[in-house]
Nanobody, 115 residues
Framework: QVQLVESGGGLVQPGGSLRLSCVAS????????MDWYRQAPGKQREWVATITDDGSTTSADSMKGRFTISRDNTKSTVYLQMNSLSPEDTAVYYC?????????WGPGTQVTVSS
């Protein structure tokens, strides 16, 4: 079993930046990849970015150049650096980890972009 806890969300002005963190615990050695997703009010959850076990990263086209996924050397913490935030980025941001066919989710962290 893998447990995930996100942090770093909050209120930020348009144009600002935030760095989200996701700490994984439990059976982290079986994690194949970790992802960030987000869900805005009234919308479906959407994929934001992925980092695989070998460190390869991908991100949604709409967020390339603004959002960057990374992790620490222990592979137990994944980050999402978000720059040039706009109100459209307001959402709950979720961390996701995959171990084989299983998917694990964190409770999410709220990001609100508003002046």
């Amino acid at each position: 079993q893998v447990q995930l806890v996100e942090s770093g969300g909050g209120l930020v002005q348009p144009g600002g930046s935030l760095r989200l963190s996701c700490v994984a615990s439990g059976n982290i050695f079986n994690i194949d990849r970790m992802d960030w997703y987000r869900q805005a009010p009234g919308k479906q959850r959407e994929w934001v970015a992925t980092i695989t076990d070998d460190g390869s990263t991908t991100s949604a086209d709409s967020m390339k150049g603004r959002f960057t996924i990374s992790r620490d050397n222990t592979k137990s913490t994944v980050y999402l650096q978000m720059n040039s935030l706009s109100p459209e980025d307001t959402a709950v941001y979720y961390c996701n980890a995959r171990t084989g066919s299983r998917t694990h989710w964190g409770p999410g962290t709220q990001v609100t972009v508003s002046s």
